[in-house]
């Protein structure tokens, strides 16, 4: 097998197939566009809660895992779909795993949140 020869122009242009990646998933997905508004709203509080660096790496770790997970969601079940068009089990067990993915990593955000927010929110009104 014949090793392609790095190419600036050639990775350059893979920024383009990930950012229309990213314009599918929110035309395409509607759980990315609640995804993304609840992400707004967190950096939002985060701004104007003042979170600490620390606390920001959370938020973002935590949105960066919710978006990954439903970008591979969205992968699988489409995948799948095309794999596999007629109801089949097997593959729903997939698609069902690869949901629960996003839950998890959705739960986990959640929590992130609680964490760094409720204790702020309870000090406004002390």
Not at 46 to 58: D, R
Not at 74 to 80: G, K, Q
Not at 99 to 117: D, P
Request: overall charge positive; hydrophobic content about 55%; proline content about 2%.
């Amino acid at each position: 097998m014949k090793q392609e020869k790095f190419s600036i122009a050639k990775r350059l242009k893979s920024f383009t197939y990930a950012f229309n990646g990213l314009r599918i998933l929110l035309l395409e997905e509607h759980n990315s566009r609640i995804h993304l508004t609840a992400a707004i709203c967190v950096v939002a509080a985060g701004i104007l809660f003042h979170i600490s660096p620390l606390e920001w790496v959370a938020v973002i770790f935590a949105i960066g895992m919710v978006f990954g997970g439903e970008i591979f969601n969205s992968a699988i079940e489409d995948l799948a779909d095309v794999v596999c068009p007629e109801r089949d089990e097997r593959i729903k067990k997939v698609k069902d795993l690869s949901a629960a993915a996003v839950l998890v990593s959705a739960i986990t955000a959640l929590i992130i949140g609680f964490i760094i927010f409720i204790p702020k929110i309870v000090a406004l009104f002390r």
